[in-house]
């Protein structure tokens, strides 16, 4: 393939890339109902819908607003063939292989980076602050901000050195050793979440004792399940938006929960939320989504090799030879059909899995707090009740509303009869 038709086809991938979202958004946005549906009645009030339709208008907006600009940015960076001349500029400060390398991929991150960065603080200051749920202040929009650049420099400047080193090495082969170190990597993030990523962010403190501690190591203890802790996180410092999640493996299982989630539910519904958590585990899912990653990874390494050291697509993007960063550039976009495909897959079985944790929480413990904590969780989050099934299918990782509520009332009629 020519360096032109290479770069006609990125051209196209990314049009194309944007134009099925903006579709897919507005059908959602079409699909929403005028009046607050029967079978949501009980469950928002004519109010809440009005407003969850409100939240999802004003994120849809923001949505196409930001995509558009990052459209059009890639469109003339690509056209006019801007990385190449970048690379080579970046040449002229080191002499340095692995550090020019570096300083490319330094250089298109932070430029990107600055560029959205006046997209997430309207994002926050001003969507999330009209809707009622921000909670973060300026001081610690830019603390965060800061400290994942620092995360981003140490973890992904020690992965690009890893993966430079590999090609010098061991060339197209460099994949099975680099699908090795990624894998060691995700067991390693995985393993370390809470104690050592959370924590840069958040305060954890030991859940206090009393009722809902006993409630939930009761629960664990009936269904033999390693909890080791129980801890809370200050997530109302951010948001007043409401998780819960279980990190660790083997004997060293840990449950989050978000003070937020605490404030408002009741002990019953907290534990059926824990039970829902239990049921991933117990079901196997938390090992499995891990497998999938783990293969996902090592079969767009091996495109990856197959792509490395194609002269053309470095021509397209602005080269005038053979440069590796610039094919690593082009691979990513030529990846993301794949990747947005994978997307509607993994998401179909991400929904089956809930349904399954679901189905564990009423069996091992009760079907009907579990009903009021996702009603409760869907209308103080605006979460949108009636989303349109190809948005589903895009972009929904949990089945709507509705139809897990529909489950869990059939377990419930089954429990009762
Ligand atoms: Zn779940």
Do not use: C
Not at 4 to 15: C, D, E, K, Y
Not at 275 to 289: P, Y
Not at 314 to 319: F, N, Q, R
Request: proline fraction near 4%; hydrophobic fraction near 50%.
């Amino acid at each position: 393939m020519s360096a032109q038709s290479f770069l006609l086809l990125f051209i196209i991938l990314l049009i194309a890339d944007y134009l099925l979202n903006v579709i897919i958004d507005r059908i959602n946005l079409a699909n929403q109902p005028a009046q607050l549906p029967e079978d949501l009645k009980g469950i928002y009030t004519e109010e809440s819908f009005e407003k969850s339709k409100l939240y999802l208008k004003d994120n849809t907006r923001f949505q196409w607003i930001s995509s558009s600009f990052s459209l059009l940015l890639s469109l003339i960076v690509f056209s006019l063939g801007l990385l190449g001349p970048l690379y080579q500029w970046v040449g002229t400060l080191t002499n340095q292989p692995l550090f020019h390398f570096l300083l490319f991929f330094g250089a298109v991150f932070i430029i990107s980076d600055l560029l959205n960065l006046p997209f997430q603080w309207y994002k926050t200051f001003v969507i999330e602050e009209k809707h009622g749920f921000n909670r973060t202040t300026p001081g610690l929009f830019i603390k965060d901000k800061l400290v994942a650049l620092l995360m981003t420099v140490v973890i992904g400047g020690l992965l690009a050195t890893v993966f430079f080193q590999l090609v010098k090495i061991f060339d197209v082969n460099f994949w099975w050793y680099f699908w090795l170190v990624i894998i060691v990597m995700l067991l390693l993030v995985n393993f370390l979440y809470t104690s050592v990523f959370l924590p840069l962010f958040n305060k954890l403190t030991p859940l206090e004792d009393g009722v809902l501690k006993t409630s939930i190591l009761d629960y664990a203890r009936k269904v033999n399940f390693p909890l080791s802790k129980v801890m809370v996180m200050d997530g109302s410092k951010r948001s007043s938006k409401a998780n819960a999640f279980f990190s660790g493996f083997g004997k060293q299982k840990k449950i989050v929960l978000f003070d937020t989630l605490i404030q408002n539910h009741s002990v019953e519904e907290l534990v059926a939320v824990l039970a829902h958590e239990t049921g991933h585990f117990k079901k196997r899912h938390i090992w499995q989504n891990l497998a999938i990653g783990i293969i996902q990874t090592g079969a767009m390494l091996y495109l990856l090799s197959l792509m490395l050291y194609n002269y053309e697509v470095s021509l397209a993007l602005g080269g005038n030879q053979h440069i590796l960063a610039l094919n690593l550039v082009g691979f990513a976009i030529l990846y993301s059909p794949i990747s947005e495909l994978l997307g509607v897959l993994l998401h179909a079985w991400s929904r089956k899995n809930e349904f399954e944790a679901d189905r564990y929480a009423a069996e091992t413990y009760q079907a009907s707090p579990l009903i009021d904590a996702l009603k409760k969780l869907s209308e103080k989050n605006l979460s949108n009740p009636t989303p349109h099934p190809l948005y589903v299918k895009f972009h929904y990782s949990h089945p709507p509303l509705l139809e897990r509520l529909s489950a869990l009332r059939k377990l419930e009629n089954n429990n009762n009869h």
